[in-house]
């Protein structure tokens, strides 16, 4: 698959551009439930955006890629987390709290969590798909390690994963209906993300007015309000029946009305990014994944100038530690640009790291009428991540081994905690593996946790499953923690698993 590569570079420009001009725009009107009436930019900018979260992540993800290489997964990102990310707010603090309390993703952003269902994933996918351009498994494998910091097994994930595979299918693909169809193949059908979803889109195909169809999200997707407050709901909407909701349900109707507002728009930038914001609720969020969606799909030498003029092409952070990144930040990049070029680099890595089907040229970029669309859906090793939200998953060089914590990692005085491991035999060799807990003293592992399994490749079958109750002797503080050694005799590997209990704090 060939890529013009001043085309890419424009769609990238035309990513962070759109992500700048949509959350500018939507930011007066953030967590208000109301039909808004923007058009254009309702603020004197004085030639600066906004500064914006939707964006600050991603800059936090850009250089640790840079400085720790390609292959990052979920544990090194929270390590970048607990030193940059600032917020303690809604599902940022949240995972935050319980990632100094020793969990792991995705149980950092499962406990006691009720932002899980929230808007703080899908906001950072562009990155993802920036860097792994037409291929969007690729895309989705990072924005699923991403997602799980602060959304565990939440509705979040499933928003991040949705956005970084259209997105990335969008360097490729043009057809709108073709990406939502490419971004939905790698969710679960039944998940409150992809219901949304087929109802904005069955809204548009029906012929109903954007109004219409957001009142349909509203009906069936609402989450609660800004702190439930009254004035945060308009007076028409308190009408229908809107001013109530679930706390923290708030992804899947922002991910459906940004699909309203990337159908309704029609093409047209101005529209798109309108309509988005002007459907309410989390305003910025919305209009700045569709103003990047929209870069992505038409470049920045498209958006309007009318546009860009009022806030240039700085980039202003809200959420992170600028005073450990650099000379007071000076590691981020300082406009779009710089962004930009950066981000080119890092996707060439990409592709040679990850062997991808990607060839930048300075000719025509390929005719993709002959690539399949298949080929542009969900692979098995998607599935296996999502069937893996109860615990972290490890991935080592021939397995990745699962842990299972089924209702959460906690201790308890009077009966047993159950941990359940699940472990795939990744590589074409069988293997019997040596497994050895090393535990604090006082700890009873039922069946005993000393014993050895054989692991058949992994076009043989399921993973082995194997399942404990963990009795804990008690202890002081928090946090209590184990190891799970995985040897295969006649090998010099070895594989080590972190077991780790808390206290119910709640």
């Known amino acids: 698959m060939k890529l013009n590569l001043e085309e890419y570079r424009d769609k990238v420009l035309g990513c962070w551009m759109g992500k700048n001009i949509g959350g500018t725009l939507g930011a007066p009107f953030e967590w208000r439930r109301q039909v808004n009436q923007v058009s254009f930019y309702s603020q004197d900018l004085q030639g600066e955006p906004l500064p914006n979260d939707d964006l600050d992540i991603q800059l936090l993800w850009l250089v640790a890629l840079e400085e720790m290489g390609l292959d990052l997964d979920a544990h090194t990102l929270a390590e970048y987390w607990t030193l940059y990310v600032t917020p303690h707010w809604s599902e940022y603090g949240t995972a935050k709290i319980n990632m100094r309390a020793g969990l792991t993703p995705p149980l950092s952003g499962t ?5 899980k269902d929230s808007c703080g994933a899908f906001i950072r ?10 291929c969007p498994s690729t895309a989705a494998h990072y924005a699923y390690q991403d997602a799980i910091l602060d959304h565990g097994d939440g509705e979040g994930v499933y928003g991040e994963i ?19 169809e490419i971004g939905l193949s790698y969710i679960p059908e039944d998940c409150g993300v992809a219901k949304a979803i087929g109802d904005a889109v069955n809204s548009y195909k029906a012929g109903k007015t954007w109004l219409e169809a957001r009142e349909n999200i509203l009906e069936k997707y609402r989450g609660l309000t800004f702190f439930n407050l009254r004035d945060h709901t308009s007076e028409e909407d308190w009408q229908k029946g809107f001013g109530d909701g679930q706390r923290g349900w708030d992804v899947p109707s922002n991910i459906g009305m940004l699909i309203i507002g990337l159908l309704y728009g029609e093409g047209d930038f101005s529209q798109t990014v309108c309509t988005a914001v002007n459907c309410g609720e989390d305003t910025d969020c919305t209009g700045a994944t569709a103003g990047s969606i929209w870069g992505i799909l038409h470049g920045c030498k498209n958006i309007p100038q009318k546009w860009i003029a009022p806030i240039g092409h700085k980039i202003k952070t809200a959420c992170l530690n600028l005073g450990e990144l650099g000379y007071f930040g000076n590691q981020l990049p300082a406009d779009i640009e710089n962004l930009t070029h950066r981000t080119e680099k890092i996707a060439h890595q990409v592709i040679l790291y990850h062997k991808l089907n990607v060839d930048f040229t300075e000719e025509q970029p390929t005719d993709l009428s002959d690539l399949s669309l298949e080929a542009l859906k969900s692979h098995p090793g ?61 700890w009873q592992i039922t069946p005993p946790g000393d014993c050895q399994i054989l692991s058949f490749p992994a076009h043989l079958g399921e993973p082995k499953e194997l399942e404990y109750q963990v009795q804990t002797n008690p202890f002081e503080g928090n946090t209590q923690r184990a190891v799970v050694e995985f040897v295969i005799d006649s090998r010099p590997g070895v594989m080590l698993v972190p077991i780790i209990l808390i206290r119910d704090f709640e």
């Open 125 to 134: 996918s562009e990155i993802w798909a920036c860097i792994a351009p037409g």
């Open 111 to 115: 406990l006691h969590n009720e932002y």
């Open 382 to 442: 998607t599935k296996r991540l999502l069937e893996n939200l109860k615990g972290p998953l490890y991935q080592f060089d021939f397995f990745d081994i699962a842990i299972d914590y089924g209702s959460g990692p906690f201790v308890y005085p009077d009966k047993s905690t159950p941990i359940k491991l699940r472990i795939y035999n990744t590589y074409k060799v069988q293997a019997r593996l040596k497994i050895h807990w090393y535990t604090p003293e006082g």
């Open 162 to 180: 949705f956005c970084a595979a259209l997105e990335s299918a969008a360097f490729v693909e043009k057809d709108l209906p073709t990406l939502i």
